[in-house]
C-alpha cells in the first residue's frame, strides 16, 4: 500500500512532462495554405451555426481553382483581445498557419457598457490597445499575413441610433489605428454592415433580424456578408504571392481596406 500513492505520483508527473513536452502541430502539407480564425462568438458561433468557415472556402476556391486550403476554427464565444493574448501561442501559433484573421466584438458588446464614466473607458481602451498590440506585434513576427475585423453590429438600427454605436465606433478605430501601425490589414466589416443595411433595410427599424440574430451574433445573411469581406481579404494575399494572379470575387459590399 505504500507504494501506490508514490506510483500514481510518478504516473502524474510523467503525464504533466509529457503534456508539457508535447510537439506543437505539424505545419500544413506543402502546398496546403493554413488560415487560423481567432477570435469569439463571431468566429465559433457563426461557423457552428451558419457555416462561415465552409462559406469563406468556397469563395476563395472559386477564384483561386484548385487551391488547398486548411481552415481552422480557434473562436471560443466571449473571448476579450486580452484572452485571445493569453492563448495565442497555443491556439494559433502553435498551429505554424500561413496567415490568421482575427473577428471578435466582445470588448466592445460585453465589457465596456453604453453608459460607462469618461475614466472608466479611457482605462479599458487603454488596455485593449495594449492587448492588440501586443497580439499583432507577435504575429507579425510569426505569420505571414494577418487580417483583423469587427465589431460589426450591436443592434441593427440607422447608424448613430443604437445604444452602443459609440462604443463599437470606437474600438473600431482602435483596431484601424493599430492594424495600421503594425501594418496589418483591417477590414471594416462595421461599415460594410450598415452600408448593407442601408440598402436592404431602409426606412425599417428593427434592433435585429436582418443581418444578426440578437442584434449582435450573425444570422446567415450575416455571416454570408463577413464571409464574403474575409474572402476578398485572403484572396488578396494569395493573388499577390501567385506568379499569375487569379481574379477575384468580389465581396457585395465594401472591399477591404488594406494597408
Not at 468566429?43 to 476556391?61: A, F, K
Not at 505554424?96 to 466592445?108: F, H, I, K
Not at 481602451?125 to 492587448?131: S, T
Not at 448613430?160 to 462604443?167: A, L, Q, S, T
Amino acid at each position: 500500500m505504500p507504494r501506490l500513492p508514490r506510483f500514481v505520483t510518478l504516473l502524474a508527473a510523467a503525464a504533466a512532462a509529457g503534456s508539457a513536452c508535447a510537439p506543437a502541430a505539424s505545419p500544413a502539407p506543402p502546398g496546403v495554405e493554413r488560415v487560423v480564425f481567432v477570435g469569439d462568438s463571431l468566429v465559433n458561433r457563426s461557423d457552428q451555426d451558419h457555416g462561415l468557415l465552409g462559406l469563406v472556402r468556397r469563395t476563395i476556391e472559386r477564384s483561386h481553382p484548385g487551391l488547398a486550403l486548411d481552415l481552422v476554427n480557434s473562436g471560443v464565444n466571449g473571448d476579450c483581445v486580452a484572452d485571445i493574448r493569453t492563448r495565442l501561442a497555443e491556439d494559433v501559433l502553435a498551429l505554424r498557419p500561413a496567415a490568421v484573421v482575427l473577428y471578435w466584438d466582445s470588448d466592445a458588446a460585453d465589457v465596456e457598457d453604453a453608459g460607462e464614466s469618461p475614466a472608466r473607458s479611457r482605462s479599458l481602451r487603454a488596455a485593449y490597445e495594449r492587448d492588440l498590440a501586443a497580439v499583432l506585434a507577435a504575429l507579425r513576427e510569426a505569420v505571414p499575413h494577418v487580417i483583423v475585423s469587427g465589431p460589426t453590429l450591436f443592434g441593427e438600427r440607422p447608424r448613430g441610433r443604437n445604444p452602443k454605436d459609440h462604443v463599437l465606433d470606437s474600438y473600431a478605430e482602435i483596431n484601424r489605428r493599430v492594424c495600421h501601425a503594425h501594418q496589418v490589414v483591417w477590414i471594416d466589416t462595421r461599415r460594410a454592415a450598415f452600408d448593407w443595411l442601408g440598402e436592404h433595410a431602409q426606412g425599417r427599424e428593427r434592433d435585429s433580424g436582418y443581418l444578426t440574430e440578437d442584434g449582435e451574433h450573425l444570422n446567415r445573411a450575416g455571416t454570408e456578408l463577413v464571409a464574403a469581406e474575409m474572402a476578398y481579404a485572403i484572396g488578396r494575399w494569395l493573388s499577390r504571392r501567385a506568379a499569375a494572379p487569379a481574379a477575384l470575387v468580389e465581396p457585395p459590399a465594401l472591399n477591404p481596406v488594406a494597408f
